[in-house]
């Protein structure tokens, strides 16, 4: 189950109707990448190259060295920070394309039955402060695990396959159920749940490819969720002739 639906997921992100929501959630992330690396720039010409020369000033022979080596320093930095913030920004961006995302998966996969609800604004805005502080959590633990040696691979995978794996099914949940019936269906089927954390948490460890990590764990986490509801009786969705009796 947990293998068909990444496999669908990953397809899906390059399928022809999936292709506005993709390019948006890419291009936005790289946009904002490109902004917060300008933006560092910046700072670091108004606040540091003074320091600079105020440090060396009269020592001529001395000033243009220190300010090529400072100049690479400060790259080498910027790019440490921008791959740190590649999996936040992207998970505040395809926040903002998630139902899009959804509606996509459901409309073309699962035809037979209802398409969800959008989630209401209010609650979209905390699940997305929810999605960065999860991203962001993870990779601070992990980060301060990577000092522990034989631990921090296994923490890196287990932290973020959990907290990811938790936010993005309940966001597939609640575009047909309550708050309170997407946590106890998730709780039902918790290990489940968390095993399709794994590639999340695999793919969030590729450079370059975590940029991809919010939208391919909505992706997978709708058909699993979809999956699921097929075989739980108890938590069966409705065909997609039925009137909608989920709350708004």
Known sequence: MIFSAASAA???????????VFFKSIGLTLLALVLVWFGLRELFEWAA?????ALWDGETQWEGWLQVTASILAAIVFAIVLGLLIAPVSAIVVSLFLDDAAEVIEKEDYPSLQVGRSVPLIAGLWLSAKFLGVVILGNLLALILLLVPFVNLFAFFVVNAYLLSREFFEFAALRYRTEAEAKAFRKR??????LAGVPIAAL?????????????????????????SKRDSQ??????????????
């Open 204 to 228: 969030l460890s590729v450079p370059l490819l975590n940029l991809l990590t919010p939208l391919f764990a909505a992706a997978l986490m709708v058909h699993l969720h979809m999956k699921l």
């Open 189 to 194: 089927h918790a290990m489940t749940v968390f």
């Open 10 to 20: 990953f397809i899906r992100l390059f399928s022809p109707e999936f292709r506005g």
């Open 49 to 53: 190259l003074p320091w600079v020369d």
């Open 235 to 248: 938590f069966a969705l409705a065909p997609a002739d039925t009137p909608r009796s989920i709350p708004a």
